[in-house]
């Protein structure tokens, strides 16, 4: 079956840098590349998603990459803001009637 | 936004008791889950269905039974709660977009349990 890493676990950075989530996935058949955000005392919410016919894909300040020959993909946040502060999962499938697989998350801080 | 639901939102409660734990979605999906965290952790899948009558165990052993007699309904029942039990439960569904599987799957708010 799938295997999704994710890292770092936790990321610190100062308010207005730019922050870099990485995943990695091994099973090559994977074709869709969600990214969640989890604010605390709620459910992970979708933020961006990607397919494997795209390499990135940006909305506003996040971009997402994705290398299939690696089978790797990135969550990039720009300029970020306070209220970037979460826990961000990414996750990886096959499609079809399958369901996601999830990497361990990443506490991301944002430090005013 | 997604309309999917989970009551209650909080549940504190005495070890033994029975408890039943609310998912109700709006969007007409087929598939639904339910998912097992502890606070800022990982994701454990503990249930899932594919449709009305359907219910299929998922990665994580769990004591906690689940039905699925109408479709936008997922309950999750404990016959008898432990403090082991003592968690954040996650609902979520994912249907089909344009008669193919979309594979996004929507997350109700949660339900955080203490058992005492």
């Known amino acids: 079956g799938e295997n999704v890493e994710q890292h770092p676990s936790t990321l610190s950075v100062q308010e207005g840098d730019s922050a870099v989530i990485k995943c990695t996935y091994s099973d090559s058949a994977s074709n869709y590349f969600p990214w969640y955000k989890q604010e605390l005392g709620k459910g992970p919410q979708l933020i961006i998603d990607?397919?494997?016919?795209?390499g990135e894909k940006k909305d506003q300040r996040i971009a997402v990459t994705l290398n299939k020959t690696a089978k790797h993909f990135s969550l990039h946040i720009t300029e970020t803001q306070p209220e970037d502060s979460a826990v961000y999962f990414c996750a990886a499938s096959e499609g079809g009637a399958d369901g996601l697989t999830f990497g361990k998350g990443t506490h991301l801080i944002i430090q005013p | 936004e997604a309309d999917i639901y989970q009551t209650p939102r909080y549940l504190v409660i005495g070890t033994g008791k029975k408890i039943t734990l609310e998912c109700s979605q709006t969007?007409?999906?087929?598939?639904m889950y339910w998912y097992q965290q502890d606070p800022g952790m990982e994701l454990h899948l503990i249930h899932y269905?594919?449709?009305?009558?359907?219910?299929e165990k998922g990665d994580l052993s769990s004591e906690s039974t689940v039905s699925r007699i109408r479709t936008e309904h997922f309950p999750l029942t404990l016959e008898s709660a432990r403090p082991s039990h003592t968690s954040q439960y996650l609902c979520?569904?994912?249907?089909?977009?344009?008669?193919?599987?979309?594979?996004?799957?929507?997350f109700g708010p949660g339900t955080r349990l203490l058992v005492l």
């Open positions: 990607i397919r494997s016919n795209v």
């Open positions: 969007m007409g999906h087929d598939k």
């Open positions: 979520a569904s994912s249907g089909k977009l344009a008669g193919v599987w979309d594979g996004t799957q929507y």
């Open positions: 269905s594919y449709g009305v009558n359907s219910t």
